[in-house]
């Protein structure tokens, strides 16, 4: 999976927080917080990403859903909806919930639901119809990586869907959003075909 890492060495991002930090925490503009984060997140030596690249590069399936869903990490289902993105620049908007009836109330990221524009239209490399709503199941994050319980709805999944179905995903990557359209990377992991078999069931209860 792509995720559109942005390159950020470990040296520079160093650097780049004892600049910030230099900065007096009541002068910090939220732009100087947003970044001072992403820094300490490179200086630690996770990679950084732009959500909306990474929808970008993966683009969508025929039926004109996305190939990418990203969903608060202690969901079990997400759902999507997608449309035309306002303004006629080609561009698509999704809207991914923790639930079928959520909505969303402006925010990038709110509490059971994330939006991504992409400046990808859906039409590439569509065939006939497309469908604007689409569901499946989230994956299982193995205990190496599992957030505490009381701190797991502050983060993120992230995951390729092969198709909007039931079908498990194989391979997951766990998010903490720093600001906008930036989120660090914890960790990636590849489900093996047992915890697949096992979260296969979940269609069925």
Same mark, same amino acid.
């Given at each position: 999976?792509?995720?559109?890492?942005? +390159?950020?060495?470990?040296?520079?991002?160093?650097?780049?927080?004892?600049?910030? +930090? #230099?900065?007096?925490?009541? &002068?910090?503009?939220?732009? &100087?917080?947003?970044?001072?984060?992403?820094?300490?997140?490179?200086k630690?030596?996770?990679?950084?990403?732009?959500?909306?690249?990474?929808?970008?590069?993966?683009?969508?399936?025929?039926?004109?859903?996305?190939?990418?869903?990203?969903?608060?990490?202690?969901?079990?289902?997400?759902?999507?909806?997608?449309? &035309?993105?306002?303004g006629?620049?080609?561009?698509?908007?999704?809207?991914?919930? &923790?639930?079928?009836?959520?909505?969303?109330?402006?925010?990038?990221?709110?509490?059971?639901?994330?939006?991504?524009?992409?400046?990808?239209?859906?039409?590439?490399?569509?065939?006939?119809?497309?469908?604007?709503?689409?569901?499946?199941?989230?994956?299982?994050?193995?205990?190496?990586?599992?957030?505490?319980?009381?701190?797991?709805?502050?983060?993120h999944?992230?995951?390729?869907?092969?198709?909007?179905?039931?079908?498990?995903?194989?391979?997951?990557?766990?998010?903490?959003?720093?600001?906008?359209?930036?989120?660090?990377?914890?960790?990636?992991?590849?489900?093996?075909?047992? +915890? #697949?078999?096992?979260?296969? #069931?979940?269609?069925?209860?």
């Amino acid at each position: 999976m792509e995720l559109g890492t942005l +390159e950020i060495t470990e040296e520079e991002a160093a650097a780049r927080v004892a600049e910030y +930090e #230099q900065v007096l925490e009541a &002068d910090r503009s939220a732009e &100087d917080a947003a970044l001072l984060q992403a820094y300490r997140a490179a200086k630690r030596g996770l990679p950084v990403i732009s959500l909306s690249k990474a929808f970008d590069i993966a683009g969508f399936h025929p039926t004109g859903l996305p190939k990418l869903a990203i969903v608060r990490a202690d969901a079990k289902k997400v759902w999507v909806e997608v449309s &035309d993105r306002r303004g006629g620049d080609g561009g698509t908007h999704m809207v991914f919930s &923790d639930g079928q009836w959520n909505r969303n109330r402006g925010a990038l990221v709110g509490k059971n639901t994330v939006q991504v524009d992409t400046t990808v239209s859906r039409e590439a490399g569509s065939s006939g119809s497309r469908r604007w709503r689409g569901e499946t199941i989230v994956p299982l994050i193995p205990p190496r990586h599992r957030p505490k319980r009381s701190r797991i709805g502050n983060f993120h999944i992230l995951w390729e869907v092969d198709q909007w179905t039931p079908a498990p995903p194989v391979d997951p990557a766990l998010l903490r959003h720093i600001r906008g359209d930036l989120w660090s990377v914890l960790a990636v992991w590849d489900l093996s075909p047992l +915890e #697949q078999l096992v979260l296969s #069931q979940r269609r069925n209860g």
